[in-house]
């Protein structure tokens, strides 16, 4: 083989890409339900974008974007990450003149040159929602559930949010001042990300992996908070009691991308190891002005969706994921058409069927469902036809039943592929 997959990407395929399309069918139940409607944006952009809202002292626009020259050298970029585009999208389709909050959901490819490790790829995926439109905290309380509500459908009912407010330009204002002064005071002790930080945005030195008792001694964001930022992440702890949300105060938190304002939070996963953040998110009121267009105020979660992946059991439980798979084997051509209309039937009942037309021998038929991970073989040759029945087998258990043609369609139906026999 001359090719291999760029590094940090993967192929998805199998039994894993069905457990991923599930996964996506049901996240998307739980988004659509609060009222948020897909969006889908280029997985391009212009550069600018990026550089202008994520932060040109920012680890994504310093090291970690895909950006190329096309044929006429616009300067173009594999999206890092969805907000901003989100954003862009929102503000040149004149969305605003709607009025009221712009509810959006996204899921899709992202990309960042960052170092590949166990749940970081180059390559990602992300599903995200952003309410736009409303400054209130009772919607960043339902940006947090409604992510929270992404794991609750799998049957994570305690995770743990880590929250915090990062204030605004007012409040910044003072505190930067004084963060640039003891970041000054303790500079030996500083990585040298971290003195390159200090100097542009020192805000990020936050986000620093290493320099972990530096942070500790720096003076913290929610200590200087203005009254409108304050009050705000007031209510919104309260309104997150009121809904039973654990969260943990993290005075330490802040996001990695510049146009974050007021709520930050992230959902972590303690059995992820160093990669254990889920889900991140906040409010994003400096974005929409950033971009040129009004002051929009607006507040948004991004899920890695590996991640999610990576903390599900391999069997799922739920209708989709029982139903089996069918594997045909026809033996000879003159059964071809009655396994199509057979096939057929179960496909209209929302079945998998797969025809195996190759008319090779049994054997090497049955070697070919079982790689491809079906659940059941169907097999269909003369006699079959003759007695209007076919004989099953479950990949699984091994067992074999014949059913008639009539009751195909009822018997997977009743059973699904957990209870048949
Ligand atoms: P961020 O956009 O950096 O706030 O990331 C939001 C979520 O996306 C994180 O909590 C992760 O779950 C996921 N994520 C971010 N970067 C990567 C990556 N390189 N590989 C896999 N997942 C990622």
Same mark, same amino acid.
């Given at each position: 083989?001359?090719? %291999?997959?760029?590094?940090?990407?993967?192929?998805?395929?199998?039994?894993?890409?069905? %457990?991923?399309?599930? =996964?996506?069918?049901?996240?998307?139940?739980?988004?659509?339900?609060?009222?948020?409607?897909?969006?889908?944006?280029?997985?391009?952009e212009? *550069?600018?974008?990026? =550089?202008?809202?994520?932060?040109?002292? *920012?680890?994504?626009?310093?090291?970690?974007?895909?950006?190329?020259?096309?044929?006429?050298?616009?300067?173009?970029?594999?999206?890092?990450?969805?907000?901003?585009?989100v954003m862009?999208?929102?503000?040149?389709?004149?969305?605003?003149?709607?009025?009221?909050?712009?509810?959006?959901?996204?899921?899709?490819?992202?990309?960042?040159?960052?170092?590949?490790?166990?749940?970081?790829?180059?390559?990602?995926?992300?599903?995200?929602? &952003?309410? +736009?439109?409303?400054?209130?905290?009772?919607?960043?309380?339902?940006? @947090?559930?409604?992510?929270?509500?992404?794991?609750?459908?799998?049957?994570? *009912?305690?995770?743990?949010?880590?929250?915090?407010?990062?204030g605004?330009?007012?409040?910044?204002?003072?505190?930067?001042?004084?963060?640039?002064?003891?970041?000054?005071?303790?500079?030996?002790?500083?990585?040298?990300?971290?003195?390159?930080?200090?100097?542009?945005?020192?805000?990020?030195?936050?986000?620093?992996?290493?320099?972990?008792?530096?942070?500790?001694?720096?003076?913290? +964001?929610?200590?200087?908070?203005?009254?409108?930022?304050?009050?705000?992440?007031?209510?919104?702890?309260?309104?997150?009691?009121?809904?039973? #949300?654990?969260?943990?105060?993290?005075?330490?938190?802040?996001?990695?991308?510049?146009?974050?304002?007021?709520?930050?939070? &992230? @959902?972590?996963?303690? &059995?992820?190891?160093?990669?254990?953040?889920?889900?991140?998110?906040g409010?994003y009121?400096?974005?929409?002005?950033?971009?040129?267009?009004?002051?929009?105020?607006?507040?948004g979660?991004?899920?890695?969706?590996?991640?999610?992946?990576?903390i599900?059991?391999? &069997?799922?439980?739920?209708?989709?994921?029982?139903?089996?798979?069918?594997?045909?084997?026809?033996?000879?051509?003159?059964?071809?058409?009655?396994?199509? +209309?057979?096939?057929?039937?179960?496909? *209209?009942?929302?079945?998998?069927?797969?025809?195996?037309?190759?008319?090779?021998?049994?054997?090497?038929q049955?070697?070919?469902a079982?790689?491809?991970?079906?659940?059941?073989?169907v097999?269909i040759?003369?006699?079959?036809?003759?007695?209007?029945?076919?004989?099953?087998?479950?990949?699984?258990?091994?067992?074999? #039943?014949?059913?008639?043609?009539?009751?195909?369609?009822?018997?997977?139906?009743?059973?699904?592929?957990?209870?048949?026999?």
């Amino acid at each position: 083989m001359k090719f %291999k997959k760029p590094r940090g990407t993967q192929d998805l395929l199998g039994k894993y890409m069905k %457990k991923w399309r599930s =996964v996506e069918e049901r996240v998307t139940g739980v988004l659509q339900r609060y009222g948020y409607r897909e969006i889908r944006t280029p997985i391009f952009e212009m *550069s600018g974008l990026f =550089v202008r809202t994520v932060g040109e002292s *920012s680890d994504i626009v310093t090291k970690e974007m895909y950006t190329f020259n096309d044929k006429k050298g616009r300067k173009l970029t594999l999206r890092p990450e969805n907000t901003a585009p989100v954003m862009r999208a929102y503000l040149e389709n004149g969305l605003q003149r709607q009025g009221g909050i712009s509810r959006f959901y996204y899921m899709g490819p992202m990309f960042r040159y960052d170092r590949p490790q166990a749940g970081r790829y180059r390559q990602f995926h992300q599903i995200g929602a &952003e309410a +736009i439109g409303l400054s209130n905290p009772a919607i960043d309380a339902e940006i @947090i559930k409604l992510s929270l509500d992404i794991y609750k459908e799998f049957g994570f *009912s305690s995770l743990q949010v880590r929250l915090n407010s990062v204030g605004c330009m007012k409040c910044r204002g003072e505190y930067m001042i004084l963060l640039r002064e003891k970041l000054a005071e303790y500079k030996s002790e500083l990585c040298d990300d971290c003195l390159h930080r200090a100097e542009i945005n020192p805000f990020r030195v936050f986000d620093c992996k290493t320099c972990i008792s530096v942070k500790k001694k720096l003076p913290i +964001i929610t200590d200087y908070l203005c009254g409108e930022c304050s009050e705000h992440f007031e209510e919104l702890c309260v309104s997150l009691e009121g809904m039973s #949300v654990n969260y943990l105060l993290d005075p330490l938190l802040v996001r990695g991308l510049d146009y974050y304002t007021k709520t930050a939070y &992230e @959902i972590i996963h303690p &059995e992820l190891g160093a990669q254990n953040a889920l889900c991140g998110g906040g409010r994003y009121d400096g974005l929409a002005s950033e971009l040129g267009g009004a002051s929009i105020p607006a507040v948004g979660f991004s899920a890695g969706m590996e991640r999610l992946m990576q903390i599900l059991p391999d &069997e799922l439980e739920g209708k989709e994921v029982d139903r089996p798979d069918i594997y045909f084997i026809v033996f000879d051509d003159k059964c071809s058409i009655q396994a199509m +209309i057979l096939a057929d039937k179960l496909r *209209s009942a929302d079945f998998v069927v797969y025809i195996d037309f190759s008319m090779r021998n049994i054997k090497k038929q049955l070697k070919s469902a079982s790689v491809r991970e079906y659940d059941y073989v169907v097999f269909i040759g003369q006699k079959e036809i003759e007695d209007k029945e076919v004989t099953l087998k479950n990949m699984k258990s091994g067992n074999q #039943v014949t059913v008639s043609f009539e009751k195909l369609v009822s018997y997977f139906s009743e059973k699904g592929v957990t209870g048949i026999e």
